[in-house]
């Protein structure tokens, strides 16, 4: 047997007061058979059935499912997957019965897929450049579904995704994708599970952000620091060699001055005549 989840809503409009009572349980059904789906009104005045109007629809989604107004069925925006499958019981609306009929149950009538979740992994410390696995889950679908990653450019990432598809013993399906990529300063990511059965899409959008490496505040401190002291070191370094090479230049000229001053006097000595 089938569970199958009320996903209509009703819209009823007439010219007297209404009240409705729909079912507080899901609908059961056996697979291939057909199921009505109760809705009934109370009215406090005659009306003609003319003034009413029956609309369902899906409850995700709001596509139409049903239509009735001034006494026919309106299906021009009924969803292609219920063609030919639905009806009310228009002898019995004045009646206060609104109940739509759906024929050949298939899975696919309570299967659309839950808003997708995403994951990170790693979850800290992402710094850009790092790779990362970005993991994508949707439950409780049918059929399976086309999975599309885009970045924040819409580039097509999909040749870089591993899917599974696991179904539960109702015949619904969780599908799970999971995207390896480089993060970059600030990546941007969409994951898309397209239903194509149902003509419906499901996405999530997240942004994962990496941080560049800084130095912490006591490590730069300390840079500065000795950064400084080489400095104020390199400059006393300057200072004394200049000292130095002062000193040596003063002390080369005073060296070249005593020795001229000596080549002098031997100069005069060897010139002075000897007395006999």
Known sequence: MLGLLLLAMLAV?????????VPDLP????????????CSF????????????????LTDTKRSVHGFSMGQDQLTEQAES???????FPSQLTMGNASLLLQRVAVADEAPYTKPEVTLEPESNLRPGDEV??????????????????????RNLTDNITTSVVANEQGL??????????LEPN????????????????SIFVTVTGQNIAFPPVALWVTVGLAVCLLGLLIALAAVCRRKIKESCEEARREA???????????KTAMTPLKS
Request: net charge negative; aromatic share 8%; proline share 3%.
């Open 27 to 38: 609908v059961v059904a056996l697979h291939g058979k057909d199921v009505a789906l109760n």
């Open 42 to 57: 109370s009215h406090t005045s005659p009306f003609n059935l003319s003034d009413v109007t029956v609309f369902w629809q």
């Open 13 to 21: 409009h007439a010219l007297a007061k209404l009240e409705l009572q």
């Open 257 to 267: 001055e005593e020795a001229k001053e000596l080549e002098e006097e031997d100069s």
């Open 173 to 182: 399906f969780t599908m799970t994708s999971v995207l390896t990529a480089v």
């Open 133 to 154: 696995a970005l993991t994508c889950v949707a439950y409780g679908g049918y059929p399976k579904a086309d999975v599309i990653w885009q970045d924040g450019s819409g």
């Open 187 to 202: 990546s941007s990511f969409s994951c898309r599970l397209i239903n194509p059965l149902l003509s419906e899409e499901r």
């Open 82 to 88: 219920y063609a030919n499958r639905t009806s009310l």
